[in-house]
């Protein structure tokens, strides 16, 4: 008896040891995704920011592309998904294929429609909208009218987004996270053709060539919409859009289509706290000086490459695993599940924010101070990129931590933390702002990250829904450690060298910055690696259950 277990023991230890292994590859290969996608659109901010460099009119484009994208992070990615992607994940864990594919279907129905009327709402009301966002741009004449345009031309980028969201719902769910993780390099590639071909070519014409990132908005979000088809097609869950008044109505009263709209609504009021905030503060940017929303906008595009890399990559690959494994009543593997992604949060993310502290004037010199982008453009968005890197650890392990909640179907609790923490990055802005200006946004926000996560984590462990394997001291002493002697260097890269001097000198500017954070990686793993870090299991054991089953199998053989 006692070897037949200590067998099943065995067995299951190798099932949890390949699960961890194939969702760290998962996650490994959004991430690659990931990286492909920030590289792309890096080169897509470096054009716009050579060519427009930080002007009123690129504050227009900005507020204007800011719009959409706000829905779409409102309803789409965020509102939509979270109440998505639970719901779908328990119907194929308990009722199988066929009752998902008449959810999907159901609810592509009723988005479909609610997202023509959204549409059409939107480019008919563009000068309320903009008000509403940035009434700051009056003050610069033509401006305010220029991102009106702007904004009635890009308005229908959010309807794209939002199928491509529920088709990456899907897809997702389906461990087919390939596509999804792409996509949004097709956006980067059409608006870098926009920027180095669109707009010289109205400017020649005597258009304002700012135009040209309108089109190019619009041909990103066609693709990638486009993309998602042959994908679906694959695994027969290519959505039947209903057209007829009755199709509408039945969509309309599905189960699954109701609980998803229930559960959006205190998840529309969570990610509206999110977005509240940052239609808050580009509408104080728009008041201060002109530039002010591109600084932060151009610092914000640099943030999010270490928040998609790790936090968005994490998230997507472990939702739906955490939500299965809630539908499964498995509480060991969801604990374990949030355990492991929360670790590689703390290991990565860390010498990431280090380097937004430390070395902001040479990452943005390297990337931005080309052609307009002069040099107290540079200096400017290097104080907006410090602010947010003081709460880069929080902003990633939002993306870790949340996820935890929305798997069990709980939204009021991050609702209650967000609200909270608006108003308490509010109350900051009225004390930093007047003192840091644009700067002073951006840290209120890193600071909110911090404590919204920190509440997160909290409220997690006090429900013992989430219980932290042993070792964590010593983790997270470790990487201290490390991290010492790794911001010595960095400071010491941001001052040996006068990066905004070597303007001219690009090519050589990009080895110095590679070089620095090759010396980076070699002081941080090698200095973890020399301290015992056990790297390569921490990056494939990621199940409490795996570790319990070997503890037992210990004890019963001895």
Partial sequence: MLVDMCSFLQRRQRSGYTQSVNLFKAASLVSVLTLASRITGLMRELLVAAFFGASATTDAFNVAFRIPNLLRRLFAEGAFSQAFVPVLAATRATHGDEATKTLVDSVATVMMWALLLTCVV????????????ASGLQQSGGDFDTAVVLTQWMFPYIGFMSMVALAAGVLNTWKKFVVPAATPV???????GAAAWGAPYLSDVGIEPIYAMAGGVMLGGMLQLGVQVPALLRIGMLPKIGFRPTAVAQAWRD??????????????????????????????????TPGSVSWLTYA????????????????????????????????????????WGLRLVVLLTVPCALALLLMP?????????YGRFNDGDLYQTSLALMGYGVGLVGLVAIKILAPGYYAKQDIKTPVTIAVVVLVFIQLLN?????????????????????????????????KGTLKPLPGWGLFVLRIALVSVVLSAWMWWSAQAIDWAA????????????????????????????????????????????THLETDSARRDNA
């Fill in 122 to 133: 939107g480019v008919l009301g563009a000068p309320w909208v903009v008000w509403l966002m």
């Fill in 186 to 192: 097709l956006l980067n590639v059409a608006m870098i």
């Fill in 255 to 288: 189960p699954g289509t109701r609980r998803i709209l229930r559960l959006m609504g205190p998840a529309l009021l969570g990610v509206s706290v999110a977005q509240i905030s940052l239609l808050i503060n580009t509408q104080i940017a728009s008041h201060l």
């Fill in 300 to 339: 914000d595009r640099l943030m999010e490459f270490p928040t998609a890399l790790l936090g968005v990559a994490l998230g997507v690959v472990l939702l739906p695993q955490l939500s299965a494994s809630t539908a499964r009543d498995d509480d060991a593997a969801y604990s374990g599940l949030l355990d």
């Fill in 361 to 369: 004037q040479p990452l943005v010199s390297v990337l931005y101070h």
């Fill in 430 to 462: 009225v004390v930093l702002v007047p003192h840091f200006a644009h700067a002073g946004l951006a840290l209120a926000i890193g600071l909110g990250a911090v404590l919204n996560a920190s509440w997160l984590w909290i409220g997690l462990v006090r």
């Fill in 502 to 545: 070597w303007h001219s000198q690009w090519a050589l500017r990009i080895v110095a910055l590679a070089g620095v954070f090759l010396v980076c990686v070699l002081i941080y793993f090698g200095g973890l690696a020399a301290l015992g870090m056990p790297l390569k299991q921490l990056m494939r054991r990621n199940s409490v259950l």
